[in-house]
């Protein structure tokens, strides 16, 4: 297993729109297994493959309290969204350090298959409710704050600027 290099926001990679995955191997299992090592060593709660340069619709993604109840998305669908939304305090891997109130459904239910090609539906709500609609939308090449103002967008992208300058 190996750790990925995730991108950083305003990196322009991140706006690209991913594509199903069609070929359920060995390759696409060892992704997985980076990508899981990746996001616990990260210690995120989810992972999408658009975050490390890898257009394809994969995301990865553990909300338990012992953070070994992995779940894996592959070609993932939000079926269904309740009509209750909360606000909830938001990070995100590819914008360290950055937290801000985004508003999500409270309830979703997603389709997807795992890693073996199987697919399955699930119902989550609370915190993995979130964490699907967030890692969506990184497949769909939005990073979370774009849910925020044109100035505070603008604040987090100078703040992010600078830090990658001054870590180069």
């Known amino acids: 297993m ?3 290099n995730i991108l950083c926001y305003p990196d322009p990679r991140l ?17 997985v297994a980076d990508m899981l090592e990746t996001m616990y060593e ?5 992972l999408a493959a658009t975050q490390i340069d890898v257009h394809q619709r994969l995301v990865v993604m553990d909300t338990s309290e012992e953070h070994n109840q992995p779940v894996v998305l592959i070609n993932p669908e939000i079926t269904w969204a309740s009509e209750e939304r909360v606000k909830g305090e938001e990070g995100c891997l590819s914008v360290p350090g950055i937290y801000d109130g985004v508003e999500r459904a409270v309830k979703v239910k997603v389709k997807a298959a795992d890693e073996h090609g199987k697919v399955r539906e699930l119902e989550a709500e609370g915190l993995m409710a979130v964490c699907v609609q967030h890692e969506l939308d990184h497949l769909m090449g939005k990073v979370f704050v774009e849910y925020l103002s044109p100035l505070k967008r603008n604040r987090i992208k100078t703040k992010m600027l600078k830090a990658q300058k001054d870590s180069a």
Do not use: I
């Open 15 to 31: 706006h690209k729109v991913a594509k199903p995955v069609t070929e359920f191997d060995e390759k696409l299992r060892t992704l």
């Open 2 to 4: 190996a750790l990925l």
């Open 42 to 46: 990260s210690q995120g709660v989810g």
